[in-house]
């Protein structure tokens, strides 16, 4: 059947019309309406002969049609607005992939031009065409207007720029200008990652560069010294570590080469303090800390502050600390011994027992200035194990002299003082000073 309405085919069993939405319930139980649907209406004759009445089927009669045009309109709008739901969906996808959906959203009908402009921006950019790549920016923008996007491009491809003009002025090994460079860079863009990346490699390369030459020429501690004062930001690059840890290496070399001699030659105190001053370099390390302990068995030893062994019935000390005593020449001594004895003796002596240990005797032997003008002569001799070792004199008029013995293998040390000043009146004095400083044993490498 068809729709009484707007003449849309229905089923037949069909209530209301699928397209204007008319009810055809009430048309339905109609069979005798001139709008009748069906086929084989009854027409109510009975033809001639026949007694009672026929079917007659007949074509229904075509349906008419109703507001046709505004059906086909509403059909037409709803299509429409359908496409226009479907683009503006499809629309807020496309931008999303680009750009978040916040405050700041690009409305833009032109995102995919400013892309490729961007795009062609960076490629120039890498190919060092960085005033080409401006101006294709540039175009971009006077083409589609003000873009946040454009801005930071044209931003980025600037510090490329600046970037690009530091590496080659640290390749000729201009480092303070290619510096100067990178801060210009930051002055006009601000700073960011990247400049201070190329920062730190130029002060780097330059850093490396100082320290090739230090090295060539052997100069370890300088070495040393200049990168905990100048690369104190660089202690963790694998590079510098490296660098660092080799001169330490070669450092220690040299300073335990240098204060082994140096023991040898100078003794204990010149050798300590080779040590200690490699310590205020690389503090705490152990190779040298063990040096110093190895080193002590060497420390001078004051000989007349130990206990003697033997001595002369006639024997003392005067020892004078911290009351300083003057040579003939006016120099003035701390620490230092004067012997004593009986005045009706011309001798004195003292001995010490030192068991092999050490194998050097130094000191000083002067004069004292009261006595400046003496014509009296005082000896001095040292003697190891019954053998004489040394034998000095000091009168008026000499010089105070060091004096340097060789100990070595000596168990039994003596040392004899004597003047030719001698009086039987047994009156007790000392006698006329020949003084004595600084009076050391020591072990020698």
């Known amino acids: 059947m068809f729709c009484y309405k707007c003449g849309t085919k229905l089923d037949d069993n069909a209530t209301s019309c699928y397209t204007c939405g008319a009810s055809q319930v009430a048309n339905n139980t109609s069979t005798n309406s001139a709008d009748d649907q069906t086929y084989g209406a009854f027409n109510g004759s009975v033809p001639r002969g026949q007694t009672t009445p026929t079917w007659n089927p007949q074509p229904a009669k075509p349906p008419k049609k109703k507001n046709t045009g505004l059906v086909i309109g509403l059909i037409i709008g709803g299509v429409v607005a359908l496409l226009l739901i479907v683009l503006f969906i499809g629309g807020l996808s496309d931008n999303g992939n680009d750009v978040p959906n916040s405050p700041g959203v ?41 873009d946040v996007r454009i801005d930071n491009q044209r931003k980025a491809v600037k510090v490329a720029q600046h970037i690009h003009n530091a590496d080659a002025l640290l390749a000729e090994k201009k480092y303070d200008e290619a510096l100067a460079e990178l801060e210009t860079a930051e002055q006009l863009y601000g700073k960011n990652d990247d400049l201070t990346a190329k920062k730190k490699e130029i002060v780097k390369a330059e850093a490396l560069d100082a320290l090739t030459a230090l090295e060539t020429a052997e100069n370890y501690k300088e070495a040393i010294e200049y990168i905990d004062k100048n690369l104190s930001a660089y202690k963790e690059d694998t590079d510098i570590l ?32 080779i040590i200690n001053d490699a310590l205020k370099v690389i503090p705490s390390d ?81 004069l004292d200035y009261d006595w400046r003008t003496t014509k009296e002569e005082a000896h001095f001799y040292v003697y190891g194990d019954g053998k004489l070792l040394y034998d000095g004199v000091q009168t008026g008029g000499k010089v105070p002299f060091d004096f340097d013995v060789d100990i070595t293998n000596v168990d039994i040390l003596r040392i004899e003082y004597k003047t030719n000043i001698w009086s039987s009146s047994g009156f007790s004095s000392a006698v006329f000073a020949g003084i004595f400083d600084n009076v050391q044993i020591a072990k020698t490498n």
Do not use: C
């Open 106 to 146: 690009y409305q833009t009908n032109h995102d995919q031009e400013i892309l490729a402009a961007i795009q062609q921006a960076k490629e120039r950019a890498a190919e060092a065409k960085f005033d080409q790549a401006v101006t294709v920016l540039d175009d971009a923008q006077q083409l589609y207007g003000s």
């Open 286 to 366: 152990q190779e040298l800390t063990a040096k110093q302990d190895e080193y002590m068995e060497y420390k001078p030893v004051d000989l007349f502050s130990l206990n003697y062994f033997n001595a002369a019935e006639n024997f003392g000390f005067e020892y004078n600390d911290p009351q300083e005593k003057t040579d003939n020449e006016g120099n003035a001594h701390s620490k230092t011994y004067e012997f004593q004895h009986d005045f009706r003796y011309s001798n004195t002596w003292v001995e010490y027992k030192l068991d092999k240990k050490y194998n050097k005797l130094s000191g000083t032997f002067f």
């Open 242 to 273: 490296a660098k660092r840890n080799l001169y330490v290496s070669k450092y220690k070399t040299q300073v335990i080469t240098n204060a082994d001699a140096a023991l040898k030659t100078d003794g204990y105190e010149a050798a300590m303090n």
